[in-house]
């Protein structure tokens, strides 16, 4: 089946300093691919999507390029603050046999970052 | 305009008791799916509803666990005769459309401890 591998966590940066968490997956077809973060205590908060290959997904300074020759999705942010501390999940769309699409999910990468 | 609700925050229960979990969608959203969220892994899928309608269930137990959306009210998730291994963080997420595509809006969860 499709699955989604992450780095393992956890991250822990100083304020300023350069993110990548690592997202790799495994899948037939052509799935769209997300970026979801969760803040402690909260639910999931989509961060940013992509649904073809070589899209890149943005947003609040994060970004991710849709790899398909690597089936990869790495997240980038140039400069973190002590607010993106939190964890971040990597996902892939699946078709079910319902005909919807479900979410396959990463075990998740915590990121800590100190001022 | 509200987000999804779901509730209780968290719940307590004895083995052998029965949980109930809801989730309200966001307002015009008849779409919603029941995720899981073991220690330490990622989302698991579990089962996604349209009102009155079971779409695809494929997640889920196979004893114990049920789910409903009914025409009024919000969507319920059942667990009895809850053991240790059903404690876990339970997200609901709705969609406007069948397609997840655009990312789901998940609730703040509900955190079932088995003790």
Not at chain 1, 61 to 87: M, P, W
């Amino acid at each position: 089946g499709n699955s989604v591998t992450q780095m393992e966590g956890p991250v822990t940066l100083s304020e300023e300093a350069f993110l990548t968490i690592n997202c790799t997956y495994t899948a037939t077809g052509y799935p769209s691919l997300f970026w979801y973060v969760q803040y402690p205590g909260e639910g999931l908060q989509l961060l940013l999507k992509a649904t073809k290959a070589d899209d890149k997904g943005s947003n609040k300074g994060f970004e991710a390029t849709y790899r398909k020759e690597t089936t990869s999705f790495h997240l980038e942010k140039g400069s973190v603050q002590v607010s993106d501390s939190a964890v971040y999940f990597c996902a892939l769309s699946e078709i079910t046999q319902g005909g919807s699409e479900k979410l396959v999910f990463g075990k998740g990468t915590k990121l800590t970052v100190n001022p | 305009n509200a987000g999804v609700m779901q509730n209780p925050r968290h719940l307590v229960r004895r083995r052998g008791q029965e949980a109930r979990l809801r989730c309200s969608p966001m307002k015009g959203h008849s779409h919603v799916y029941w995720y899981r969220q073991l220690p330490e892994e990622g989302l698991k899928f579990m089962v996604y509803l349209q009102k009155e309608n079971i779409i695809d269930e494929s997640g889920m137990p196979k004893e114990r666990f049920s789910a409903e959306f009914p025409k009024e009210g919000p969507s319920i998730l059942r667990i009895q005769q809850v053991v240790r291994g059903d404690s876990a963080a339970y997200f609901c997420a709705s969609s406007l459309t069948w397609t997840g595509s655009y990312g789901y809006t998940f609730g703040s969860g509900t955190r079932l401890t088995v003790v």
